[in-house]
């Protein structure tokens, strides 16, 4: 099969279309034959081996797995013998994981990792929606709790988890702000925002108004000055960003300073964790065919132009999800 592969850390450069054999199918796995594949933040960290923690994940010399791409849609090619939930030709979106690799014709899955795709989307846009999808949906709904009226702030509004978090938040009711550069205003406001706020033209840290939640996708304020703009009995939840960080990246700021300023504090400081995907994946299945959520997919790209697609995410400033068709 057709796979875009990696053999050391690097940028872009690093990666190259080649012909590889197809993944082993275990007893307890989905063979799936990829249509579209969406770029998410860790196969940044995968490419470059960077920020440095993250090596033991990913291996420490080389890369362990030499695919990136963890979100896909396709169709079932094969099962397990074990597997029970689906069947061949179905038709699937989801989280393959890490290290299974989606920038390729093939790849291999958990049932778990896996839900029937909606039907009203296309292979691209389901690509789009697992890892951002679920990020937001855990955030606001699984940690923060929103309910209706609470007001919310999201940065980051017009990229990959920010389009969701957008909508699922309007979703359940919520006054939303979203944060996003001048060129995105209109499409965060189509999505559903109340406010929108220009983060080139004002400083949302430095306004007078409080938040019952924050979801912060950028980590480009401090902390401290973050939980200024949260309400005494809200919540501050620090998500990616500091791609520029060598050695911890935003790890440092979300799994060490977070919870130490949570014990000096009067807000509350979580993080996100993606656990039960299938669970979640059928859950945002049904805000899809609902019409209240809808995938924004800024751009798409061959097969072959992976290393481009990964280039352009790298750069930041992305609008909506960036996917790859196969």
């Known amino acids: 099969m057709k796979a875009v592969v990696q053999d050391t850390y690097g940028g872009p450069e690093v990666l190259r279309l ?12 989905v063979l799936v034959r990829v249509h579209a594949a969406a770029v998410n933040p860790p196969d940044i960290v995968g490419m470059r081996g960077a920020p440095y923690i993250v090596r033991p994940v990913f291996g420490l010399r080389r890369p362990r797995s030499r695919v990136r791409g963890a979100d896909l849609a396709g169709v079932v090619e094969a099962v397990g013998r074990d597997v029970r939930d689906f069947r061949v030709g179905d038709e ?6 890490l290290q299974s ?22 292979f691209v846009e389901a690509a789009a929606v697992p890892m951002s999808g679920l990020t937001a949906l ?39 702000t979203g944060v996003c550069s001048t ?20 400083d949302f840290a430095e306004g007078p108004e409080r938040y019952d939640v924050v979801l912060d996708n950028v980590l480009r304020h401090s902390l401290s000055q973050l939980v200024r703009v949260v309400s005494k009995d809200g919540m501050l939840i620090p998500n990616g960003g500091q791609f520029w960080k060598r050695w911890l990246g935003a790890v440092g700021v979300i799994l060490v300073k977070a919870p130490l300023l949570s014990l000096v504090v009067p807000q509350r400081i979580r993080h996100v964790t993606l656990s039960d995907k299938r669970e979640g994946l059928l859950d945002l299945a049904q805000l899809l065919e609902s019409g209240r ?34």
């Open 138 to 176: 855990r955030a606001l709904r699984d940690v923060a709790g929103v309910r209706p009226g609470q007001r919310v702030l999201i940065t980051g509004a017009g990229g990959g988890i920010g389009t969701f978090a957008v909508q699922i938040a309007r979703a359940m009711g919520a006054e939303v």
């Open 92 to 97: 699937v979106f989801g989280d393959v994981g």
């Open 293 to 326: 959520v809808r995938p924004v997919v800024g751009r798409t790209y061959a097969l072959r132009e992976t290393p481009q697609a990964l280039a352009d995410f790298a750069r930041g400033h992305a609008r909506g999800k960036l996917v790859v068709v196969v």
């Open 18 to 29: 080649d012909e590889v054999d197809r993944p082993a199918l275990g007893d307890d796995a």
């Open 183 to 202: 060129d995105k205003l209109d499409l965060v406001r189509s999505l559903g925002a109340d406010h929108v706020i220009d983060y080139t033209r004002r």
């Open 101 to 122: 690799g989606a920038f390729a014709e093939y790849a291999t899955a958990r049932p778990g990792q896996l839900a029937v795709k909606p039907a009203g989307l296309t």
